[in-house]
């Protein structure tokens, strides 16, 4: 159950930091129109951090399933006991993971105006935060033994395409 909040949650967070730091970007040329753009840009954030989730949950399960059972043993343990500790871990990642991936997709937005332009706070934020879920997308593919190459861009190349989608929305 675990790994069903720290994918959901990271791909979420990441995602929806993504979308705010474009549609943030593309709102501030008209007053008028900054909510629906933001809120435009975190919505296809959401929208394509849940079909994409969606599909690793899948995979990762499938990935567990195939692992040796002395390999696999401690994770299908935990997903399978419902104690209070493995609720209470399952609780924090659901409540951290999404705040650890908008925290470190928006840093560079920190640095706007102080050492960083718009633009490049953007820009910053859109590639900072494609690279973490590269970096996840290795480290998901070394815990379910599924090929790095593979993996770690397609999450990456979702996080790109959460910026296209967020400069397309009018």
């Not at 990441?14 to 979308?19: A, E, F, L, S, Y």
């Not at 195939?66 to 006991?81: A, G, R």
């Not at 999404?98 to 640095?111: D, E």
């Not at 859109?126 to 815990?143: H, K, Q, R, T, Y």
């Given at each position: 159950?675990?790994?069903?909040?720290?994918?959901?949650?990271?791909?979420?967070?990441?995602?929806?930091?993504?979308?705010?730091?474009?549609?943030?970007?593309?709102?501030?040329?008209?007053?008028?129109?900054?909510?629906?753009?933001?809120?435009?840009?975190?919505?296809?954030?959401?929208?394509?951090?849940?079909?994409?989730?969606?599909?690793?949950?899948?995979?990762?399960?499938?990935?567990?399933?195939?692992?040796?059972?002395?390999?696999?043993?401690?994770?299908?343990?935990?997903?399978?006991?419902?104690?209070?500790d493995t609720t209470k871990q399952s609780q924090?990642?659901?409540?951290?993971?999404?705040?650890?991936?908008?925290?470190?997709?928006?840093?560079?937005?920190?640095?706007?105006?102080?050492?960083?332009?718009?633009?490049?706070?953007?820009?910053?934020?859109?590639?900072?935060?494609?690279?973490f879920l590269f970096a996840f997308g290795i480290?998901?593919?070394?815990?379910?033994?599924?090929?790095?190459?593979?993996?770690?861009?397609?999450?990456?190349?979702?996080?790109?395409?959460?910026?296209?989608?967020?400069?397309?929305?009018?």
């Amino acid at each position: 159950m675990s790994y069903r909040y720290l994918i959901t949650g990271v791909l979420n967070g990441t995602m929806v930091g993504i979308g705010l730091a474009v549609g943030s970007y593309l709102s501030s040329n008209s007053v008028g129109a900054a909510t629906i753009k933001i809120g435009l840009g975190v919505t296809a954030g959401l929208v394509l951090a849940g079909y994409v989730s969606y599909q690793e949950i899948q995979r990762t399960q499938e990935a567990l399933k195939q692992l040796s059972v002395e390999e696999s043993s401690d994770y299908l343990l935990q997903e399978s006991i419902g104690t209070a500790d493995t609720t209470k871990q399952s609780q924090m990642i659901a409540g951290l993971s999404p705040l650890s991936g908008m925290a470190i997709t928006l840093f560079p937005v920190v640095f706007q105006n102080v050492l960083l332009s718009p633009f490049h706070a953007t820009l910053g934020a859109v590639l900072l935060g494609s690279s973490f879920l590269f970096a996840f997308g290795i480290w998901l593919s070394l815990e379910t033994h599924r090929p790095w190459f593979i993996l770690a861009p397609r999450l990456a190349a979702f996080g790109l395409l959460t910026a296209v989608v967020s400069i397309i929305m009018p």
